[in-house]
């Protein structure tokens, strides 16, 4: 018995990874200068492909399951193979939202080998115990304790053996694009000084040809040639994308040049757009209106307002629901430190959309008297102000329960720009160009900078966090609203950027 099983999981294993050699070569092959928008956000294609591995891994790993359970008993493993493929659709389907969920799909993922180990573990006992309570409310999908925790011990073990593999024998050079930056000034330096992996992830440059005029302050060493026949010279270096980042469009702008390039089926295009694509951020240092205005994006219709609603309400109340144990929790637990007559609520007045101020409710944090000169005050790291309960509920984001109420009455929506202080918003309008264009959609809970950047308190992560919020506004959906709110997971569970 336990020679035949060792047998079947050798070869189970042995097919598992000659499937993920194959699904990567094929990739690799076919896929190199593909770039992908999923739900509002461009993921790059290694990532892309790594997802579409493990999410075929997360499905057959059911049957190899199976395979395991009955070894020793050959009919009662074909009779639940046959049968199998919808659990194994469902359990894959959910395992792979559970690491969606934890960052495991996103370029800004930092966690090194044991933080990444747990993150995979954690999201896999996630999406078991979600697909163990959906097979509870469908009797007829369930599948016993023994299949589900060799299924479970499957995908860990697979997920690991597949981004080790991917890691050491994948050349992910491979799904990088070859870009070519036709200017060498001011603007070409934002390329220059890229040095986050996650914003190079997606593209390599190959180098910076100075426009006429321009002067020079990139790198030399990165430097080309300065005249030359830029399509021939595209071809012989196999550029995929131009980049065009002139400091000075009307000296000699290479209009006949760049038509013949794109004609050549190589992408062409602007700085900020190409920034806004590989950062997930939209650069205020570089831009200028009429890219606002003639650009895409920015789509608040009808529809997109109707279904911004239907989602905030009924996903409040669904939060609503399930976090009633620990709004009550925290409602006795700040009764019992602070005293029965203490507020539990704390209401702050704050800009919401087109400028409009309302009463934002939160958990009080702090203690009563933290600002009793009547200032506004950032918060800091370890604010000394914050009190006990204050501290656990602030690491949890419990404190921001409350809001959800905020949610239904119409003054915030669940994904959006965090709300600032009046204040504050005076203070940052006059200094940090566009930051009043955040007011033109509704605040929110969580958004697209709370995801991509941490806590900020000064006037530099307003700045940085502004980057990210007019992003999200450009090409917020209704599908991008999901994937914010779905990866928030991440952000609660593993405590980042709370203070």
């Not at 070894?71 to 919808?86: F, K, L, N, T």
């Not at 999201?123 to 509870?136: E, S």
């Not at 597949?162 to 990088?176: L, P």
């Not at 600002?371 to 501290?391: K, L, S």
Request: aromatic share 10%; with cysteine; charged share 20%.
């Amino acid at each position: 018995m336990a020679c035949s099983q060792a047998l079947i999981i050798t070869q189970v294993t042995d097919s598992l990874t000659l499937l993920t050699t194959a699904v990567a070569a094929f990739f690799t092959l076919h896929c190199k200068v593909m770039r992908l928008r999923v739900l509002g956000y461009y993921v790059h294609m290694s990532i892309a492909v790594l997802a579409a591995i493990e999410g075929t891994l997360f499905y057959f790993g059911m049957f190899a399951a199976i395979l395991v359970r009955f070894a020793g008993d050959r009919s009662m493993a074909e009779m639940h193979i046959g049968s199998v493929w919808p659990r194994a659709g469902l359990f894959g389907g959910v395992t792979f939202i559970s690491f969606v969920a934890f960052g495991l799909y996103t370029a800004r993922q930092r966690a090194r080998t044991l933080g990444l180990a747990l993150r995979i573990v954690i999201a896999v006992l996630a999406g078991t115990a979600a697909t163990t309570v959906i097979f509870y409310l469908v009797p007829e999908l369930q599948v016993g304790r023994g299949v589900m925790a060799i299924a479970a011990l499957f995908a860990v073990g697979t997920t690991c053996a597949a981004r080790a593999f991917f890691d050491r024998m994948v050349d992910t050079d491979v799904f990088k694009r070859r870009v070519l930056v036709y200017g060498a000034g001011q603007r070409a330096l934002a390329l220059a000084n890229l040095r986050r992996r996650t914003d190079r992830r997606g593209h390599v440059i190959v180098g910076f040809i100075p426009a006429p005029g321009e002067e020079f302050v990139v790198p030399l060493a990165r430097l080309l040639r300065e005249s030359v026949d830029l399509p021939s010279f595209c071809r012989r270096l196999n550029i995929d994308e131009v980049v065009v980042a002139m400091d000075d469009r009307r000296r000699e702008f290479p209009i006949a040049a760049l038509l013949e390039c794109r004609l050549a089926g190589l992408d062409v295009t602007e700085l900020v757009s190409f920034l806004e694509r590989e950062t997930g951020r939209v650069r205020v240092d570089l831009l200028n209106p009429a890219w606002m205005i003639f650009g895409g994006g920015f789509k608040r219709d009808i529809l997109r307002r109707f279904s911004s609603r239907v989602l905030d309400v009924s996903a409040s109340l669904v939060i609503l629901v399930i976090s009633l144990p620990a709004i009550l929790v925290t409602v006795i637990a700040i009764k019992f430190e602070d005293g029965l007559g203490s507020n539990v609520f704390y209401r702050q007045p704050r800009v919401g959309y087109s400028g409009r101020v309302f009463n934002l409710l939160k958990f009080r944090s702090m203690r009563a008297d933290a600002e009793h000169h009547g200032e506004a005050v950032w918060a800091q790291q370890d604010d000394p102000r914050v009190t006990r309960v204050g501290g656990v509920i602030r690491k949890l984001r419990i404190d921001e329960l409350p809001q959800i109420l905020n949610v239904l009455r119409g003054h915030m929506s669940l994904v959006g720009p965090r709300p600032e202080r009046p204040q504050f918003v005076d203070e940052l309008s006059g200094k940090i160009p566009y930051y009043v264009q955040r007011h033109s959609v509704k605040p929110g809970i969580t958004g697209w900078a709370q995801l991509c950047y941490p806590y900020g308190s000064s006037e530099h992560d307003a700045l940085q966090k502004l980057q990210y919020d007019l992003y999200y506004i450009k090409n917020n959906s209704f599908l991008f609203d999901l994937a914010i709110i779905l990866q928030t997971a991440e952000v609660v569970f593993m405590g980042k950027g709370a203070r």
